[in-house]
């Protein structure tokens, strides 16, 4: 009999000296469809039992875990900053975070608070911030107002209430007789606001634990990790029946740059077509990589009685969600791009919260059109052929990709058509850097066009440009089809300069 318990459930005294877990065998009559079971003619007694572990499955991610760092000791002096051994630092948990050890012997340790900044924090409260990307620790600073900044702050507020007062009493001298007097510019009106606690001189700082690492190299197929890098005691081997996902690298500061003036244009509304693009693709859980927004008067040439067609008080987010796209040595299928229930449902109740009322969501995916590239490469005797392949392959699939594809890299423009010229520009920056690389004979294209939910179709012909629908994107890659007509991977021809 093999059972499949759960890590955590509740433990029982069993009114003794021993310690367990309760398990309730139910037995039951066996059905039309248990034949490959064995049944009892009566209930079996159980006379002995022998327990002996087979195996168990724990959660795993792929980051170091670093236990009571000690960060340095406090000068106490406000903002003081700390800096972690290793970076980025991944999202804490409700194990993870500061303790302060006094100075003094015996002295327990004080346990601190992560905030993410220190605008709602007092003098008392015992708050620091962590930068995950640099694992630069900070402590609560001083801030001193000057001078200037408040006698300008008192001005304007005199003028203010003397417009206030002027329209209460009707008259400016007994408005101006009402005001507060101002106070004198000295160095001693100095205004401080301590921000935080500071830990005191000569204490420790440790952070008990955190974890570092993290990246898109985390996300392995199902089945790829069957190496122990450290023995553990009884455990012989190891597998993973599940894909790992979720690994995403940080964000760079060009995107920082794009995405701070949409952040402080939006807020937490979604008006505009910027603004429910800007939070479609800011789903708490949701990463994708593009958003698309469409509205009624962007389809001129349909009925609004179509069905599909965008009425009036609708607002289409077109959504294309992040993939692997760390290896493109076979493309990226539209089969990868699809958006699952859960992310529909995610995506929808977010905008909800944030669309004006009476507004309608519709989430759809853009229509893919696939692309497949015959390219004639004359090379020189000593080439490579299959490192001349492979390198222009990838860069192809690279090109004509929904998420990292065109002419600045972000993905393949929306409704955008390929000409061969396209490939032809795109291949004259690289081929260059390829060893025993003549030059580019020709270039073909044939579209791939799906036939039904499964199937996908290749153009027999070469087509001299490939349009994808209005509001539709091409990609490419490879079904590893046996047969030829069917097979979608790109071709790379190669001809040796004579």
């Known amino acids: 009999m093999i059972l499949h318990l759960p890590r955590d459930w509740p433990e029982d005294n069993l009114h003794s000296q021993y310690q367990g877990h309760w398990i309730r065998c139910i037995y039951r009559q066996l059905q039309d469809h248990d034949s490959q079971e064995y049944g009892y003619s009566s ?4 006379f002995s039992l022998s327990i002996r572990s087979i195996g168990g499955a724990v959660p795993a991610t792929q980051c170091v875990w670093v236990k009571d760092e000690l960060l340095g000791v406090s000068n106490g002096k406000p903002g003081q900053v700390f800096e ?35 605008a709602d924090s007092r003098a008392s409260d015992r708050h620091y911030i962590i930068d995950s990307q640099t694992g630069i620790v900070q402590f609560g600073p001083l801030i001193r107002e000057p001078p200037q900044l408040r006698r300008q702050t008192e001005v304007r507020t005199r003028l203010q209430t003397s417009d206030r007062l002027r329209t209460q009493f009707n008259g400016t001298e007994t408005a101006m007789n009402a005001l ?5 510019e000295t160095e001693s009106n100095l205004k401080e606001r301590q921000y ?8 420790e700082i440790y952070l008990k634990a955190y974890r570092t690492g993290g990246g898109t190299q985390g996300n392995v197929e199902a089945e790829m990790l069957t190496v122990l890098r450290s023995a553990i005691p ?34 937490q509304r979604a008006i505009t077509r910027n603004d429910f693009e800007y939070h479609a693709m800011r789903v708490p859980d949701v990463d994708i990589a593009r958003a698309h927004c469409l509205d009624a008067n962007m389809e001129m040439d349909k009925q609004w009685t179509e069905p599909d067609a965008i009425k009036p008080g609708q607002v289409c987010i077109l959504a294309i969600p992040q993939a692997d796209i760390q290896d493109l040595s076979r493309g990226l299928s539209p089969q990868e791009l699809k958006l699952n229930d859960e992310v529909r449902t995610k995506i929808k109740d977010y905008l909800n919260d944030r669309k004006p009322l009476g507004v309608q ?18 090379v020189g005797q000593n080439a490579d052929r299959g490192y001349v392949s492979s390198q222009f392959l990838k860069r192809l699939y690279r090109f004509l990709n929904p998420i990292t594809g065109g002419t600045e890299g972000k993905g393949w423009p929306l409704g955008h058509p390929v000409y061969p010229s396209d490939v032809v520009a795109y291949c004259q920056q690289f081929y260059q850097q390829i060893p025993h690389v003549s030059y580019l004979k020709a270039v073909e294209l044939r579209g791939i066009r799906q036939q039904d939910q499964d199937n996908w179709s290749v153009a027999p012909i070469p087509e001299p440009v490939i349009y994808p629908s209005e509001f539709g994107v ?10 030829e007509e069917r097979r979608t991977a790109h071709e790379i021809e190669l001809i040796l300069d004579n």
């Open 196 to 203: 935080g606690q500071v830990p005191p001189p000569g204490a």
């Open 234 to 267: 009884y455990v012989k081997q190891v597998i993973n029946y599940e894909a790992a996902t979720g690994g995403t690298e940080p964000e760079s500061l060009e995107k920082a740059i794009l995405r701070v003036p949409g952040l402080l244009r939006s807020s």
């Open 84 to 118: 972690l051994q290793g970076t980025p630092v991944l999202e804490r948990s409700s194990t993870e975070y500061i303790e302060i050890q006094p100075p003094g012997d015996r002295q327990p340790r004080e346990p601190w608070t992560e905030v993410s900044d220190f």
């Open 474 to 483: 091409v990609c490419s890659w490879d079904n590893q089809a046996e047969n």
């Open 43 to 46: 209930s079996p007694l159980i």
């Open 361 to 378: 969501i519709l989430l759809r995916e853009p229509k893919y059109i696939g692309v497949k590239v015959k390219v004639m490469i004359i």
């Open 180 to 184: 507060p007097p101002m106070d004198v």
